[in-house]
């Protein structure tokens, strides 16, 4: 079975911290993905990447950066914590197909609190 | 941009009834794929079913299936034979054929509570 396992449940974090927020994958996926989940807003994504040191930024990308510098691995990072970015943050990866799009596998999930 | 959307917050269904939950997008694209995931409380997000828009037969995976209509660019999720573990978010997601690195773009969201 694949797994995406996230490096925190539950991270409570004060305004101005820098936050690291990891993801592994252990099927040898190329692509991963980071989203935030809001109530009445669905996922939107943060940032992807579709190859080690490659990323692009996704929908709303602002306060946020990424390092993937092993495929199994891509951190979500931010720089300096706002109240705003409380959130749920979820982490996903899938094959890059040649011909087709394959399944995201998810996380369970970081739920960011920022005093 | 393309967009999903669920028009339905919330929705319930008694145990061993039938449900059925709405989804429409918007594309300019022929080519992509949708899908529809479950986020049960607390637990990590699945994958209930998938449908490649080239396909005319609807998908089904054991008691789930859908409705796929492509010109009017609608696609719901039934659920036949309600049981208490349907109980969950699900989201509906659309992704562009890209050869590659695709991404999701997904609905807000409908609450399924299912009632014993």
């Known amino acids: 079975d694949v797994k995406v396992t996230q490096s925190s449940r539950y991270l409570v974090k004060r305004t101005g911290e820098k936050v690291f927020l990891e993801c592994v994958q252990d099927m040898d996926h190329e692509n991963m993905f980071w989203y935030r989940q809001d109530p009445g807003l669905g996922l939107r994504l943060i940032y992807f990447?579709?190859?080690?040191?490659?990323?692009e930024k996704g929908d709303i990308p602002e306060g946020y950066s990424v390092s993937r510098e092993k495929k199994e691995r891509f951190s979500l990072i931010l720089e300096s914590a706002s109240t705003n970015q409380t959130s749920m943050y979820l982490c996903?990866?899938?094959?890059?197909?040649?011909?087709?799009?394959?399944?995201?596998?998810f996380g369970p999930g970081t739920r960011l609190t920022v005093l | 941009a393309q967009t999903v959307t669920q028009s339905q917050p919330e929705m319930s269904v008694q145990e061993a009834e039938t449900v059925t939950l709405s989804c429409t997008y918007d594309?300019?694209?022929?080519?992509?794929?949708l899908f529809w995931y479950k986020q049960p409380p607390s637990r990590q997000m699945i994958l209930v079913i998938r449908?490649?828009?080239?396909?005319?037969q609807n998908a089904t995976e054991n008691r789930f299936s859908v409705n796929f209509q492509k010109a009017a660019k609608s696609f719901s999720l039934k659920i036949s034979d309600s049981q208490l573990g349907d109980a969950a978010m699900y989201f509906c997601a659309y992704s562009p054929y890209q050869g590659g690195s695709e991404k999701l773009v997904f609905g807000k969201g409908t609450k399924l509570t299912v009632n014993p």
């Open positions: 449908q490649e828009a080239y396909k005319q």
């Open positions: 996903a990866s899938s094959f890059q197909g040649p011909s087709s799009t394959d399944t995201q596998y």
């Open positions: 594309t300019s694209e022929s080519d992509y794929y």
């Open positions: 990447s579709y190859d080690v040191k490659m990323k």
